[in-house]
Structure formats: C-alpha cells, structure tokens
C-alpha cells in the first residue's frame, strides 16, 4: 500500500476553481473520480490527516499512487465531467448502481432497419427504447394484446432472414399480428412509423390513439362498413384494457419518477416507480454497495447522474419532476444539467404530504422487500456461505472450522427491562431453535458489560453443568441410552443449549469483547473464541488486541457478521417490547401467590373492580369461582396488607406504569 504523503502535491499546487480529480494506481488505472466547489480545500481533506478518515476511504488513498484534477468553469460542468468520466471508467471506489433484473421488460429496438418488440432482461442496450419492469406473466399479455394493434415485428433475426430468402411470412404475418415488412407488406419506414406509435403508446398516449380509432369506428360505420367497424372496436377494448390495467394514483397530468431507497452499512437497495400521466406505468431497482463514504444527498446525487445519463434514458425518458426523499447535493445544478438533456425543466422535490408522499411510502415498502430479497439470496446461496466461513476462520485465524457461531446482544431502555439474546447459526444458516433470551436484573443490570458478563457466564455454566450431568449418566449405565423401556431406549432429556460454539460474537467494541473473554476465562474454558463487531465502522475486534481486524468491504465474512448481529439484535429488541409491555401495567393482584392471570380476570369479572375486591369479606372471597380458602386467605391479606406483620398501610392500588392512570 502506498502512503499518501508520497504523492501529495505541493503547498500551493493544487487551486481553489472548481474542477474534477482523479485518483490513480501504480498501473495509472483511474480508481475514484470526484468533483469539487474547491478542490484545493476537497483535496487537503485526504491528505491532512489520513488516520482519521474513514475505513472506505482510507483504503482509496492508500491503494492509490497519483492524483490529478481538471479545473471547470462552474459547478454544473463539473458535475457534467464527473459523470462523463465515472461512465468512462468505471472507478472501482466510486458508488455503481447494478441493475435489478428480477423482471423484465418490454423492449423495442428502433436503431434496426426492422424494429422488433420483444420481452428482455439485463443489460441495456444502445438504440433501443424500454418500458417496464412487469411480472413475466403480464408483460406476455401486454405484449401480444398491443400486437394486434400495432402489428410491430417480433421474431428473432433468423426467422426475418428466412422469410425474406422464401418470400413468405411467418405465422404472425398470417394471422395479422405482423406487419411483414420481410416480404415488403409495408415499407421500413411505415414499419419504423409503426414501431414508433408503439413506442408513443406505452409511453402515456393512449388516450389519443384511443380517440382517432373512436373516429376511424364512427366513420367506418357511417359508410355502412360494419366489418372494418367492429375490427376497430376489437382494436379499442383491446388497448382499453392495456391501459386500465396501471391504476390512476395521482392527477392524469402527473409525470414523475418517484425514488426510494433502503439500506445499511454495506449496501443500498433503490427502487423507482414511473408514473406517467397519473399511472404507473413501471417499476425498476438497483442495489449498490457502498465502495465510498457517501452521504444519503451524495448517493442521490450519484443515482440520478448514472440513471438519467445514460444515452438510452436521455429526453424520453426524464420526466418533469423527479420525487425523492431526500434532496440531492447540488440539486439547482443537476436539476439544470436534467433539463438540458430533456430539453425543458426538471425539478427535483422532496414530497411532504398527500398523495405523492403516501405513493412514496409505497415505494419504500418495495424497496425494503427488494433489500431483504437480495439479502436472503445472498445468504442462501451454498457457495457463498462456505467462503464466508472460510474467510472468518483465515481472518481471526482459527484452527478449527466454524460449524457453529453464536451471538449476543443487549437491549433496554435507559437501564430498564434489560434483556439479551442469543442467536445461533450453523454452517452459515440460523438455526432458530436453537435461540436463546435471557432476563437480567440486579447487579448484572448495571450495564452492558455487566450484563454481557452474566449472559456469557450463565450460557457456558449450563453448558458445563449439562456435560457432567451427560457424563455422570453414561458412567452410571455403561452406555449413551441411560434408561429403557421394553419398547426401546427412551430419548435422552432435551439439552437447553446444545453443543459449544466454535465462536461467540458479541455486539459491540473492546468492552464488551473483554466481558464475554473473561467469563469464559472464569470458566476455565479456553476453545472457543470471542470476537465483537463494532457497528459505527464495521470493525472486528478480538480479546487483547489494540487494533481492530479490518475485513474487505467486499468480504462475505464481514456479512455474515453484520447478517447474525443484525438478527441478534432484532431478537433482543423484540423480547425486551415484549417484557416491556408486560411490565407496563402492574397490580397489587400480582403479588397473590398462586394467582396467574386467568384467576385475576375471573376475580375481577366476578365483583366488578378492585375496590369491590377490598370490600369483600373471606366468605365473600370464597364464593367466587375458582378461590379456595387458602387462596381467598392470601388473596384477603394481600389487598389489606399482611395482618400477621401488624401492617396498617393501604396496599397499592393497579397503576399504569406509563400514563400514571389509577385502573379500579
């Protein structure tokens, strides 16, 4: 790795214009391109202080060799140059959004001499207009209805050949789905014509091809030509029915793109929904991994740059206004730099309220299931869990495999309702029966690593204890089946927590790490290692060490690490809700021994309130349903504090923790 000192410029090299720079390797490979108001004051911030920098970035100026700038005339031709130069090069440490090709879409190719529609996934490709995403099921619908009015070529290139070589059609030729222009039907211009009405179509104008077929049909049956009349009225339910499929969500004139975005530490996942003349006409995704430290305005800044820049997506397809949740940095210019390549205004908002805003809620729901979508197939996938395992052990350079990883973590509010969890996964996969929550109160309540230390402790002495009790069994019968019956050996008792890990991670940094090493210290055991994942900077930290294990932004490991905490965590959260809510309403009927809930509600449903329930005498308690003596005699004493300690105090009543309300 390079040290930045050794390429720094000089005091005074660098100018204060506004420019675009470029950090190089020692091949002269271009590995990050930015943009800068000043680039003498963006340029200094890299090498002022290179410690301080964040993980992603340090890792850039250090694999880089070489820096140079281009100075602009404004902020608005930088931004120009930047993304000119990103398309270009395709900067490894630069943000890249990767297309979602979960669903296809409806393609028409009008750079050929022939235009041909037809259903496509991946790349996109010069020269031809897209529409869509669809289910794969709708967009075959779509498709072959809107043949029939607009009978655009769809067969592939060797079909075309064929038929121009025979001189005949193919079968859509016959049945009037194809125009022919193979066997000259029509002219490659009145085809591309053709192909361009599609194209007008599927873009919002429905309504007009839909009135000049309403006149051609009124004419055609005004000369008495029934036939061609009724063929039109096929033609119009049938480009009726495509266009009420996409439900009116917002005002007809509305053209918009609306954005979301759901993401972590590592990676974003964006999702758009097209809204033309009020409907949706299209949804598509991207997901990105976050190479760069880039704030939430910078990554829109970027997405709007890569989606609306590229050559297929200029004029068409940038509407008037572009929603998304939060302002891109240097907004007025790129939304100057969005007009110019559509040829009239854009503007860029963040909606607050109404419809837009709930339509944007929408997309965030999408992008959050297309984020767990992504995230479930990469955890899923064989290959990829062995190398994160593999890439674990090397890093933390353990000597055995990790079969089994089990992490924890704490939850509470302010020191209240402390609870932990423990959540486990096995070769790669979480094994939910095998989770764990724990309850915490007295001294181990006093904080996290107290806390960490109780639950490290308590798991590993059961599990010692249950080993003795295993072992102390086998010695006693000679053999594993320690009891049998005449029809067999009868199952051992159920573990609580079955076998060791090979590794304990625990959320959090240096203390709660040395907490968790030295109740296994404690213990006295010694083969299973402790590791604790930082949130703030994704670090890995181990007992004893001063500096943290940096895994690869890339690494499958670091993943899977952040993947089992972030599950860890959601388990404590949902437990410690739990507890919460129990707590939130407490009664002087809980303390009765022996008086769970159902009692308590039958009790109250029999005398009405708790004040009748003080009223009663022990006759009176006794004739309810349910109470025996003994329980009426500790239900009496409870409510009118204990006789045998002489206690005279009025007992409290059932309060509601939260607001404080007095329950009768």
Not at 552 to 572: K, M, V
Request: hydrophobic fraction near 40%; glycine fraction near 8%.
């Amino acid at each position: 790795m390079a040290d930045p000192a050794s390429y720094r410029p000089k005091p005074g090299e660098i100018p204060t214009d506004p420019g675009v720079y470029r950090f190089r390797d020692e091949h002269g490979r271009i590995i990050y391109v930015g943009k800068a108001k000043n680039l003498r004051s963006r340029l200094n911030s890299y090498f002022a202080n290179p410690a301080t920098l964040l993980p992603k970035t340090h890792a850039m100026v250090h694999h880089a060799a070489s820096v140079q700038w281009t100075i602009v005339g404004s902020e608005l031709e930088a931004l120009q140059l930047e993304f000119t130069w990103i398309k270009e090069f395709a900067p490894r440490y630069n943000l890249a959004f990767r297309d979602d090709k979960t669903y296809p879409y409806l393609a028409v190719s009008m750079s050929e001499k022939y235009p041909r529609v037809q259903v496509m996934r991946g790349e996109r490709r010069k020269g031809t207009k897209y529409f869509g995403p669809y289910t794969a099921g709708a967009i075959r619908e779509t498709m072959d209805t809107l043949l029939r009015v607009f009978p655009v070529r769809s067969c592939s290139v060797g079909v075309l050949r064929r038929a121009e070589r025979s001189g005949r059609p193919c079968l859509l030729g016959y049945i009037d789905k194809c125009a022919a222009p193979c066997v000259g039907r029509v002219t490659p211009e009145e085809h591309k014509a053709l192909a361009q009405d599609f194209c007008d179509f599927m873009g919002g104008e429905a309504k007009r091809f839909i009135g000049t077929l309403e006149k051609n049909m009124k004419a055609a049956v005004a000369e008495l030509d029934y036939e061609q009349a009724a063929r039109i009225r096929d033609d119009i339910i049938a480009l009726r029915k495509v266009f009420e499929r996409n439900a009116v969500v917002l005002t007809e004139d509305t053209n918009a793109d609306i954005f979301a975005v759901e993401q972590d530490d590592l990676e974003a996942a964006v999702q758009v929904f097209y809204v033309r003349g009020g409907r949706i006409r299209g949804q598509r995704g991207w997901v990105v991994e976050k190479v760069e430290d880039a704030s939430d305005a910078e990554l829109w800044e970027h997405l709007m740059q890569q989606v609306y820049g590229a050559e297929e997506s200029q004029q068409d397809a940038i509407p008037r206004q572009i929603l998304v949740p939060e302002l891109p940095s240097n907004h007025e210019y790129l939304a100057e730099w969005l007009g110019e390549l559509r040829q009239g205004k854009v503007s860029i908002k963040v909606p607050q309220r109404g419809e837009k805003a709930a339509l944007m809620d929408t997309v965030q729901a999408n992008a959050r299931q297309a984020m767990i979508l992504h995230k479930s197939r990469r955890a899923g996938d064989l290959t990829t869990r062995s190398l994160a395992l593999q890439e674990l052990q090397e890093a933390l350079d353990l000597p055995m495999p990790l079969l089994r990883i089990e992490c924890y973590d704490i939850s509470h509010v302010q020191g209240t309702n402390v609870v932990a969890s423990m959540v486990v996964v096995e070769d790669g996969l979480t094994k939910k029966s095998e989770y764990r929550k724990f309850a915490i109160t007295g001294e181990a309540a006093i904080d996290d690593t107290a806390s960490m230390y109780d639950v490290i402790t308590r798991r590993f002495r059961n599990y010692l204890s249950e080993k003795v009790e295993r072992a102390q069994a086998v010695q006693a019968s000679g053999s594993i089946d320690i009891a049998g019956t005449e029809d067999g050996p009868a199952e051992a008792a159920k573990s609580k927590f079955a076998y060791p890990p090979n590794l304990v991670v625990v959320d959090g940094g240096v203390p709660q790490v040395n907490a968790a090493a030295r109740a296994l210290a404690d213990l006295g055991i010694e083969d299973v290692a402790v590791v604790g994942l930082a949130k703030r900077l994704e670090e890995v930290w181990v007992p004893g060490s001063d500096f943290p294990v940096i895994l690869p932004r890339s690494s499958e490991g670091l993943y899977l690490l952040q993947r089992i905490r972030d599950e860890a965590h959601r388990f404590a959260i949902t437990f410690h809700r739990s507890k919460r809510g129990k707590a939130m309403v407490a009664s002087v009927l809980d303390q009765v021994p022996g008086m769970g809930t159902a009692k308590q509600k039958a009790l109250l449903a029999h005398f009405g309130s708790l004040k009748m329930v003080r009223a009663a005498s022990l006759e009176d308690l006794v004739g309810a349903k349910g109470v025996g003596p003994v329980l009426a005699q500790a239900i009496y004493d409870v409510v009118h504090g204990d006789a045998a300690a002489g206690t005279e105090s009025e007992p409290a009543p059932a309060v509601n923790m939260t607001t404080g309300e007095i329950l009768d």
